[in-house]
């Protein structure tokens, strides 16, 4: 039986931005294009795979297909339409972008945060909400066919800044993260609220394909898969020494560093802060917990902060602290059980 090698071959590198990488995402259906954000406050549309990507050595990119600049401070996060023709951006200047792709322009901006905003997801029929995680401790749940500038409904549940989001609309729910320690998820349909304390602040949380799982990132420097049923810890990732010579160590301790799954959530994969030998992101198997890649990015780099995977055609991104990199990876091919 084959199995799949976890895509580590460099093949793209962007350096587009003049400061760190915050957020990146693929475009939605094939993730032909990548949006990233920075604190250089543009967001930036960019070719994800190069036309010559058969080149043999890494391909660089300087100057991205388009910019979109209205952002006074940096850029923390993006969500794409399902459609590609929109997206939204938030940030440090406590506003909610929603921008048209094509345009270029932003169609609507919100204003109803009192601090920064750190997250940012669509949700709803045909992407018609917006749902926004702030410093404020709030979230905010926004109408984007309304002609209102007010939120349509407020979450006040946290008590610290809400740093990450992920509307599972397979489960009709919302998962948030916040520096209190507590990962919450809201059922849109009961009005439930599930909180599961993990005692460290939360940087990242994403449900998995089917809604059962939640992986949940804390600064104690794991990386936990959660029950949504009862809370339970499936698997901890996160500790661990990886890659050529075990030279690199999944860590994060002070950033908001994100974490998704891959491969049809058979993979865990994370950014990490710098250790030792700098920078690298790395890759762990769901159900053995071990990691299966650690892909280092430059021992000057400070951390890779987000990353992102395009299931349609199994490649990933990696946004890094630097900004002179993003880099991306091609997906290997299967190899037999007797290659291994």
């Known amino acids: 039986m084959p199995r799949t090698i976890f895509p580590t071959r460099h093949i793209h590198t962007l350096k587009t931005h003049n400061g760190p990488v915050n957020a990146v995402t693929f475009s939605s259906s094939g993730g032909t294009y990548v949006l990233t954000g920075s604190s250089d406050r543009a967001i930036h549309l960019s070719r994800a795979v190069p036309n010559n990507s058969n080149s043999p050595t890494v391909v660089e990119t300087t100057t991205p297909i388009q910019k979109y600049e209205a952002h006074g401070y940096s850029v923390l996060d993006i969500a794409v339409t399902a459609d590609n023709a929109r997206f939204a951006s938030v940030g440090g200047d406590r506003q909610v972008f929603l921008w048209d792709v094509e345009q270029g322009i932003t169609t609507k901006r919100w204003t109803g945060h009192n601090s920064r905003v750190e997250a940012v997801q669509f949700a709803g029929d045909g992407d018609s909400v917006v749902v926004t995680g702030s410093a404020d401790?709030?979230?905010?749940?926004?109408?984007?066919?309304?002609?209102?500038?007010?939120?349509i409904q407020t979450l006040t549940e946290a008590t610290d800044t809400v740093s990450s989001l992920h509307a599972h609309m397979g489960s009709y729910s919302i998962a948030s993260g916040s520096y209190d320690g507590?990962?919450?998820?809201?059922d849109i349909r009961t009005g439930k609220t599930t909180v599961d304390v993990l005692a460290h602040p939360v940087t990242s949380v994403r449900c998995s394909s089917d809604g059962n799982a939640l992986l949940a990132s804390t600064l104690d420097g794991y990386i936990r898969l959660l029950d949504r049923m009862d809370g339970k810890v499936l698997n901890a990732f996160g500790g661990e020494k990886g890659g050529i010579g075990k030279r690199h160590s999944y860590r994060n301790s002070e950033l908001?560093?994100?974490?998704?799954?891959?491969m049809g959530d058979a993979v865990v994969l994370s950014g990490s802060e710098e250790g030792a030998a700098g920078a690298a992101a790395f890759a762990w198997d769901v159900v053995k917990g071990e990691v299966i890649a650690a892909v280092p990015v430059g021992e000057?780099?400070?951390?890779?902060?987000?990353?992102?995977?395009?299931?349609g055609v199994g490649d990933w991104a990696a946004g890094c602290s630097d900004g002179k990199y993003l880099v991306f990876f091609e997906v290997w091919d299967t190899c037999a059980d007797c290659c291994s």
């Open 137 to 151: 401790t709030t979230i905010n749940i926004w109408d984007t066919r309304s002609s209102s500038y007010k939120p």
């Open 182 to 186: 507590r990962a919450r998820i809201y």
């Open 256 to 262: 908001r560093v994100r974490s998704v799954f891959a």
């Open 300 to 311: 000057k780099v400070k951390a890779v902060s987000c990353v992102a995977w395009n299931e």
